[in-house]
């Protein structure tokens, strides 16, 4: 039974499931609840874009009758969600993040938002988002058109980025789950900031199909929600072939799993991993390898050395540049919100067809390369970020380089989660990262399971009102 | 019938084009240099030191190249903040030059063929 409101705006997917099949609250009570705070408190941490109220009664009153006459979608139904502003929605303004857009509607709806409806889920809102998810080298959190994300532990905070507005909106207990996507940090970072678990899950797992492009070869999909057991579900409504993204594989994806290894974790802690992490970072780190030793063996390991930061870079920047050549033909360009951004992008379109192949040759190697690193291995453990949360109003500088797989996972396109492990003096997030081989996210999700069963840091949320 | 010539005469003009930037200006310092050497050994250092870095050829020449497209949406301080960029993306792609591969090594992701689910 649910009485208080911080019960239900921070119930994991199952409470709030188990909630609507026993009668005690129905998809339209639920959807309206969460639409009123998205109402109330999305203006205060500029975390949404576009409320989509009519929308969101209109498929919770469909998810009350199908429940109510027995047609089950699975743990999804009924539940509402917002989705980053770079997912395209039918009839409704998908901005990208980006003044140029910021009334744009494009008709049609992203993969990922037909099957979310397939599962049963309300579409409560469009996030709010860095400009084009940042692929124009944006340096300070006020690149976008909708302002800075705030953090809902710290308004005076940033809530990272790219998925600023999913990162924020499930910490402040506005939506039960968010979509968000990363081309390099855009789920774990924001996750890490706001003290959520994210999941970037393997390239190809996701259809990009409808999503903005600003990397073809290294755009991923995934959940921002409370949880692993949350992200799984979710994943396992989003995850599949696509015709419409022929880079979405055709591989099974089921969960919860029904093979589990029934063997001790093996994981593998790089050496000097969090030795310039900020202190409350690294102490919290440490206590979450301590539970992490109860669950299986961890051995220190030397991070594979590589060309991973240029080649990442490189591959990013010639296609952010050719994604957006029309953009960048244009005098819209100089209406971005960030300076930054405004010229960022002009430079790469200058990179040589030889070079942007070369990247993509040396990636080959690179992958192999990480492959046969991570495969002793079910995770290897990092920090995403080296600090908690920066000030909204000042620049990344080079606190943003986090010691973590961030370049090589990415470059590799093989997943990660990121979990809360503590809060700082500040009362501010702290996170791990779990990376995995490519295909392996059931095995991230497990240990993240394992982890949260004997922790509690995933339960605790911030005061919004 | 070569309904391409005009096109490919183009594109030859602008690799022309950015390799007398490039490469011939260096190449024609660089032997200048090399015969002063032999008659004047102190004025062939004072050349040497003159000589364009290579580097900023090379960007000089990208520039250009943005310029000439762009030019006229990109003011002088515009200019040097994506001329910075530009020398950034050069030294990076010199760095990736250096990692080494084989012949057989094809750009990742691989072409996929395509067939479609019609009979």
């Known amino acids: 039974m649910m009485n208080k409101a911080d019960d239900v705006a921070f119930a994991s997917l199952p409470i709030l499931g188990n909630a609507l099949r026993s009668g005690s609250i129905t998809s339209v009570e639920l959807t309206r609840f969460f639409l009123d705070r998205l109402e109330k408190f999305g203006g205060r941490f500029h975390s949404v874009v576009t409320l989509t109220r009519d929308l969101a009664l209109e498929q919770a009153r469909r998810a009350d009758e199908e429940l109510s006459s027995g047609t ?19 009839g409704i303004v998908t901005s990208w993040g980006a003044a140029p857009y910021s009334e744009r509607v494009i008709e049609s709806d992203a993969t990922v938002v037909t099957r979310l409806r ?58 039960p789950f968010a979509i968000g996507t990363e081309t390099w940090g855009s789920i774990t970072t924001p996750a890490s900031y706001c003290g959520v678990v994210g999941l970037r899950p393997t390239y190809g797992r996701v259809s990009r199909a409808g999503a903005m492009a600003l990397a073809w070869t290294h755009d991923k999909i995934g959940p921002l929600a409370r949880s692993a057991n949350d992200c799984g579900l979710i994943l396992n409504a989003i995850a599949g072939a696509d015709p419409a993204d022929l880079s979405a594989a055709d591989r099974p994806y089921r969960f919860p799993p029904v093979d589990a290894p029934g063997r001790p974790f093996r994981l593998a802690i790089p050496r000097n991993a969090v030795v310039e992490a900020q202190s409350e970072v690294r102490a919290n780190f440490e206590a979450a390898i301590e539970v992490f030793r109860q669950l299986g063996s961890v051995e220190e390991v030397d991070l594979p ?25 244009s005098e819209d360009i100089f209406r971005l919100t960030a300076p930054e951004d405004r010229l960022g992008a002009f430079a790469d379109t200058t990179i040589l067809a030889s070079e942007y192949l070369r990247a993509l040759r040396i990636r080959g190697r690179l992958a192999r390369q990480l492959d046969a690193f991570l495969a002793p291995f079910d995770a290897v453990l990092t920090v995403p970020t080296a600090g908690p ?6 620049s990344h500088g080079d606190e943003y380089n986090a010691p973590s797989l961030g370049a090589a996972g990415n470059v590799c396109g093989t997943p990660a989660l990121v979990m809360p492990t503590g809060r700082t003096k500040e009362g501010l997030p702290t996170s791990i990262q779990l990376d995995g081989r490519a295909w392996s996210e059931n095995r991230l999700l497990a240990l993240g399971l394992a982890y949260q069963q004997q922790t509690a840091w995933h339960l605790v949320h911030p005061e919004v009102g | 019938m070569i309904p391409d010539e005009p096109i490919v005469g183009e594109r030859q003009d602008r690799r022309a084009f950015v390799r007398s930037l490039i490469a ?45 497209r762009r030019g006229e949406a990109l003011d002088d301080e515009a200019r040097e903040t994506i001329r910075a960029d530009i020398e950034s993306m050069v030294k990076r792609a010199r760095r990736l030059r250096r990692f080494v591969l084989d012949n057989g090594d094809g750009p990742f992701p691989v072409m996929i063929p395509y067939r479609g689910v019609t009979e």
Not at chain 1, 75 to 89: F, N, S, V, W
Not at chain 1, 309 to 324: F, G, L, P
């Open chain 1, 72 to 90: 089950d979608r699975g743990p999804l139904h009924g539940i509402p969600y917002g989705a980053k502003d770079l997912l395209a929605t039918k």
């Open chain 1, 118 to 175: 397939a599962a049963g889920a309300v579409l409560a809102a469009k996030l709010a988002m860095v400009e084009l998810a940042g692929g124009m080298g944006y340096r300070q959190p006020n690149a976008s058109f909708t302002g800075p994300g705030l953090n809902p532990w710290d308004v005076t905070k940033w809530s990272g980025g790219s998925s600023s507005g999913s990162g924020a909106a499930v910490a402040a207990g506005l939506v």
């Open chain 1, 305 to 329: 050395k590589g060309p991973w930061t240029d080649v990442a870079i490189t591959i990013i920047a010639a296609e952010n540049a050719a994604a957006h050549e029309e953009l960048l033909d």
């Open chain 1, 389 to 394: 949360a920066t000030p909204a109003d000042a």
């Open chain 2, 24 to 68: 011939g200006g260096a190449l024609t310092t660089a032997s200048q240099v090399a015969a002063n050497a032999q008659d004047d050994p102190v004025q062939a250092e004072k050349q040497q030191k003159a000589a364009p870095d290579p580097l900023q050829v090379e960007v000089d020449a990208r520039l250009a190249i943005l310029v000439a």
